[in-house]
């Protein structure tokens, strides 16, 4: 077994010392004024065992990440049945593209591009009002992360509400071909504030830790989702977490992982760790600068990667 801390120690030090840190997203207002500066890296293990350096206890605004959540909800509420409304093959176009959804039916190539994940959302929204399943996705949060004190900044919210044109196109567009069901402003009402809800690295670890584990969560003593459902969400991560970046963090990092606009990423090293690292700077495909240096240093000094050492 490696020696986490050093490591964890190791990297947070090299990464707080770099000048190149990418640009913070500027389109969501409020996440423009988030300082750039800022690393955190944290590493558990199925005991429970956290190794966590820099900024790890200070949260941030988890955006595409929450995807995974709402994607293990949606299965956990349709099944298969919601394959009939996203796909899962990588876009290897932008997050926020439109150019797929004429050609493919108003179907979103996968569930963590924007329009993929604003039909999950809309999936977990039948049925309920807008604040029922915001309470459902945030519960499920505070479970996995067993933290009731996790939060949905309103204020991160508002601001992707005033200015999120891009992300009513893509729903209009969805719902004209009925992929969509609910009204389109609850469905993304419900969708702003899943991304806007703030967690710390070390949360965030925590909330993985069922996909490093075959479903089950070490900590909180449950079984989550079986085994091939985790599995089969590694998989989406591998292929398509960090959007048109995918192949490059596989190539790079070689873990499933799933990117947000806040700078954090989640990844998964199955059967050895959750792992979750934090740099609000960017790079052109909107995913974390130094957050994806810092996995690569991880794997490289510990053998992670799925496809060998
Ligand atoms: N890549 C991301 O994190 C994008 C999420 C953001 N809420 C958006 O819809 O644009």
């Not at 003593?221 to 490059?248: F, K, P, Q, W």
């Not at 690569?296 to 510990?302: S, Y």
Request: proline share 5%; net charge neutral.
């Amino acid at each position: 077994m490696p020696d986490l801390e050093a490591i964890v120690t190791e990297i947070a030090d090299a990464m707080r010392a770099r000048p190149d840190r990418g640009a913070v997203a500027s389109y969501i207002p409020e996440l423009a004024r988030v300082d750039a500066g800022q690393f955190g890296l944290v590493v558990i293990d199925r005991a429970g065992q956290v190794a966590a350096g820099g900024d790890a206890d200070i949260p941030f605004s988890i955006q595409s990440i929450s995807k995974v959540f709402t994607l293990t909800l949606a299965l956990g509420m349709v099944g298969d049945r919601l394959w009939r409304k996203v796909g899962r093959e990588p876009s290897g176009s932008p997050f926020n593209s439109i150019v797929q959804l004429e050609r493919e039916q108003g179907i979103p190539r996968n569930p963590f591009i924007n329009a993929g994940a604003i039909a999950v959302t809309d999936v977990i929204l039948s049925g309920h009002q807008p604040r029922e399943a915001l309470g459902e996705i945030l519960r499920f949060m505070q479970f996995l992360a067993q933290d009731s004190g996790i939060a949905i900044d309103e204020t991160v919210a508002a601001s992707e509400k005033r200015t999120g044109f891009r992300n009513a196109a893509l729903a209009n567009y969805m719902r004209s071909f009925g992929v969509l069901e609910n009204p389109v402003d609850y469905t993304l009402g419900v969708y702003f504030h899943h991304c806007a809800i703030a967690m710390t690295c070390r949360q965030l670890a925590t909330a993985g830790l069922y996909l490093a584990y075959s479903g089950q969560h070490p900590l909180a003593g449950h079984s989550v989702i079986s085994a091939e459902r985790a599995r089969r969400i590694n998989a989406i991560m591998l292929t398509c977490g960090h959007y048109d970046g995918s192949g490059e963090f596989a190539y790079r990092v070689g873990l499933p992982g799933k990117s947000g606009v806040g700078g954090g990423i989640l990844a998964v090293a199955p059967g050895r760790a959750s792992i979750c690292v934090w740099s609000p700077g960017l790079d052109a495909a909107g995913n974390s600068h130094l957050g994806r240096i810092a996995l690569e240093m991880l794997v490289k000094r510990t053998g992670w990667s799925i496809f060998g050492v």
